[in-house]
């Protein structure tokens, strides 16, 4: 399973994990007024969310019908690619208008103001252990946004610089990073523990690049352990 899905479920989980009442609560009451609101705005971001993958998937396969009458093959694959990214990890294609991006950011910000204002809710309460799971949940939560921040910047091309040797690193939305230079094409995985975006040679091998993403420079460590600096191209 893709990262993005493990956090999108491991942020359902964790709502899941709250089936008890916090030890702030009076023993003769099973009642969690936290808890309530945390799963209604969990009931509505899951039905909001649906609702907005569901418009994003409709406007997509009606611009590959479009491009298909046409019969404009290259045309039809860059919009399945991007949808397949899309169906895979909710990445919201580029070929939509931005305002599709500002909607998605707006339903998930209204799931992590709930798990904030649970967090306070449960520490006001002296219910720590419960606090505990809130604040882990919100960081699931917005590793998910951080994951969609790091891949729209990464797609596309860049260019790599390590002393004489050059070479252009197009990365796609299907997952794979082209090494033009070498003619040879990779996958690429973001990992935020390891701070760093690693393009898989095999066997464990690979370079990567640091993150955060500066598109003016960003530097990276090749295979061999030499540093080397990436730049976008416009």
Not at 28 to 51: G, H, M, R, W, Y
Not at 120 to 135: F, H, I, R, S
Request: aromatic letters at 8%; one cysteine or more; glycine letters at 6%.
């Amino acid at each position: 399973m893709n990262r993005f899905a493990d956090c999108c479920i491991a942020c359902i989980l964790a709502c899941g994990l709250l089936a008890f009442a916090p030890s702030g609560f009076a023993e003769e009451s099973n009642e969690d007024p936290v808890k309530a609101k945390l799963e209604l705005a969990q009931k509505n971001f899951q039905t909001e969310i649906e609702k907005f993958n569901d418009s994003v998937k409709e406007l997509m396969e009606k611009k590959v019908a479009v491009a298909r009458k046409t019969g404009n093959k290259p045309v039809v694959d860059g919009l399945n690619v991007e949808l397949n990214a899309f169906t895979r990890d909710e990445t919201v294609p580029t070929s939509v208008p931005v305002t599709f991006q500002r909607k998605q950011a707006s339903i998930r910000s209204k799931l992590a103001d709930a798990f904030e204002v649970a967090v306070k809710e449960y520490t006001k309460l002296g219910a720590d252990a419960e606090a505990k799971q809130m604040v882990d949940a919100l960081k699931t939560h917005q590793q998910f946004d951080e994951l969609a921040a790091i891949r729209k910047t990464l797609i596309g091309a860049w260019h790599l610089k390590l002393g004489s040797y050059t070479s252009n690193l197009i990365f796609h939305a299907d997952g794979t990073v082209a090494y033009t230079t070498a003619k040879k094409t990779f996958k690429w995985v973001i990992d935020l523990d390891a701070g760093h975006v690693k393009c898989n040679f095999g066997d464990g091998r690979g370079d990567t690049i640091k993150l955060p993403l500066n598109e003016k420079g960003t530097t990276g460590i090749n295979v061999n352990g030499h540093e080397f600096v990436v730049t976008k191209q416009k």
